[in-house]
């Protein structure tokens, strides 16, 4: 009897941890030039929830680890969706992070709610940090999806 009950506690609680972590994908980081030297590296990138649903927030956080002292800069994002170029937006880096960054480790987030319209499928989305005196500070390319689901039909 005491096993049953134990049984009946446990799967539940096993679902829910399951359907929590498949809401956030660790995904993967390539550089676009594979030979140079960042003074930025990039640890990886992970999105929340996974995939990605129209017309609902979603945040892009992306570790990494800084060769020295960063005081601003910008991020441009461009978005590709089959290949094809979607769209682009900058971003004040220390608007998506806390500056000054010191020499080590830091986490720069972004967090935006995809228009309900927005179609599902693979997209590629590529960054670039710059820093205020506008050198490149690092380049990453990956990969996300974006589901069917949609808040169209919740409005």
């Given at each position: ?18 359907l929590?972590?498949?809401s ?8 676009c ?17 996974y ?58 987030a ?46």
């Amino acid at each position: 009897m005491a096993d049953s009950q134990f049984n009946c506690m446990i799967l539940p609680l096993f679902l829910s941890l399951c359907l929590l972590l498949s809401s956030t994908q660790a995904t993967d980081v390539q550089y676009c030039d594979k030979t140079a030297d960042y003074s930025v590296k990039v640890k990886g990138v992970e999105i929340s929830p996974y995939p990605v649903a129209r017309g609902k927030p979603a945040t892009f956080s992306i570790s990494a680890t800084a060769d020295g002292a960063i005081t601003g800069g910008k991020l441009t994002i461009d978005v590709a969706y089959f290949g094809w170029h979607v769209h682009s937006e900058t971003h004040d880096l220390c608007a998506e992070t806390s500056c000054p960054v010191t020499t080590g480790d830091f986490v720069v987030a972004h967090s935006q709610v995809l228009p309900g319209f927005t179609p599902p499928g693979s997209y590629s989305l590529k960054m670039r940090m710059y820093d205020a005196d506008k050198n490149e500070l690092t380049c990453i390319g990956f990969n996300f999806d974006i589901g069917f689901a949609s808040s169209v039909a919740d409005s």
